[in-house]
């Protein structure tokens, strides 16, 4: 039984799913003790800072996690040291920027955007060290390392703030803190364990940085974007409709938890597998991974859609509270997770077009989106005064997305989506038959279980 939750796709899984359900937890108990300016503003702030992490994060976790996995040891050493010197850089360019900001406060009455001018550049630093541990873990497929990470940032989140709500001091500044605080110890901890491989940064060498440079450039547009993609609706809104919206509108994207902790899980799995392949010139491989990885997703989130459009209000009360339930939450929740059926393929379209070295045509992809996506939100908000405007033109970025990358990776793949879901089956099957086999076995050694 320990050899099951050893296995990579569990672990992975479950990390994923610890992240989701701390945060759907944490934001549960914002949501009912904020006011829903307070909790858009917080909104405002996360998306924000995302925005600006992105800076970092697409430079960096595609090439590092491509040049460092199986590379050997002195090989990944130096891909390590050489990430860690641009993250630094990039980060110190921000942390100046911020001071640079700073004098512009008195000129702004915003709550969110003061609380960014006076905190993204800590918050960059802090976030740093636990950011680069978990890209290095995952090109070593150590998810159960990754795991103790997010247990332990999450964990400390949600306990300094139900520690600000039992002492009744629970306020936007506090939960500006609080994040602080956990990022900061996160980041410690991966120091101390030696997750994050600060040591290697004497071993970069010049070469080196200009490889993953070059490389992350693309990834960098495509996070960007993707990035940009997703905060535009919350940007958009909060300008637009206000912050009071914002944290209507951000409820049923925060529930969506449900379809993002497979989703994540299943491409975090299949990504090694398919840069294996594509490594041995087997494009075969690739398209038949992406199908059986897409379709068993899109299989698995059928019933999870029927139960949310069914119970949309019951959830939305669960974890929102009274004070959501008569707004548009539930029915949003319910246009959301339908168009959630297509996330999968959507998602493996992009992440294959990456994997066979043609990052330029995903950035192209998501560039389609974000230029439809704001485009669609302002007018739809504007022709249907609410944010229903907003989950309208999601519907029609996600059909774009979908038709460009089925489109140009058709160029490259054989992508021949017929034999799709019953690929999909097949691997389900074959899943269950392994897992009765082992707890018959584990029953057999063990009469006693």
Wanted: net charge positive; proline share 4%; hydrophobic share 55%.
């Amino acid at each position: 039984m320990l050899a099951v939750f050893k296995n990579r796709h569990v672990l992975s899984l479950t990390g994923n799913g610890v992240m989701a359900v701390f945060s759907i937890l944490t934001y549960s108990i914002l949501y009912r003790f904020l006011p829903e300016a307070d909790m858009g503003n917080w909104v405002f702030f996360q998306f924000a800072f995302l925005l600006l992490d992105t800076f970092r994060t697409g430079l960096l976790q595609t090439p590092l996690i491509k040049f460092y996995a199986g590379a050997d040891q002195a090989r990944q050493t130096t891909v390590a040291g050489s990430s860690w010197f641009i993250g630094l850089l990039v980060t110190g360019f921000f942390v100046l920027l911020n001071l640079a900001c700073l004098p512009l406060a008195p000129y702004t009455t915003d709550t969110g955007v003061l609380l960014l001018l006076h905190y993204f550049g800590l918050s960059l630093v802090v976030t740093l060290p636990f950011n680069v541990a978990v890209w290095l873990l995952q090109a070593e497929q150590r998810f159960d390392a990754i795991l103790t990470i997010r247990l332990l940032n999450q964990g400390s989140f949600i306990l300094l703030t139900v520690l600000l709500y039992a002492l009744g001091n629970i306020s936007l500044p506090g939960i500006v803190y609080s994040f602080l605080a956990s990022s900061l110890l996160t980041s410690v901890v991966a120091l101390v364990m030696g997750w994050a491989r600060l040591g290697a940064l004497r071993h970069k060498t010049a070469a080196c940085v200009r490889e993953v440079f070059h490389f992350g450039k693309y990834s960098f547009g495509t996070f960007l974007c993707a990035t940009l993609l997703r905060s535009s609706d919350t940007f958009i809104i909060k300008f637009m409709l206000g912050p009071a919206a914002l944290a209507v509108y951000n409820l049923p994207q925060r529930l969506l938890e449900i379809i993002e902790i497979p989703l994540r899980s299943g491409l975090a799995t299949a990504m090694p597998d398919m840069s294996a392949a594509v490594n041995r010139k087997r494009h075969d491989e690739v398209a038949h991974t992406l199908k059986k990885y897409a379709g068993s997703l899109t299989l698995l989130f059928i019933p999870i859609t029927v139960a949310v459009l069914v119970f949309a209000d019951v959830i939305v009360l669960l974890i929102g509270g009274q004070k959501y339930v008569h707004t548009e939450a539930a029915n949003l929740y319910r246009i959301m997770i339908v168009c959630a059926l297509l996330f999968p393929i959507e998602r493996f379209l992009g992440v294959t077009l990456d994997i066979i070295n043609k990052p330029q045509l995903n950035l192209i992809k998501v560039l389609i989106a974000l230029a439809i996506n704001t485009t669609a939100d302002i007018l739809c908000i504007k022709f249907t005064g609410s944010i229903y405007g907003a989950a309208v033109a999601s519907a029609f970025t996600l059909v774009a997305s979908l038709g460009y990358g089925y489109w140009v990776l058709n160029k490259y793949l054989p992508l021949h989506y017929q034999d799709t879901f019953p690929l999909a089956l097949a691997e389900f099957r074959s899943r269950l038959d392994l897992l009765f086999q082992k707890v018959k076995l584990i029953t057999n050694r063990n009469p006693t279980l």
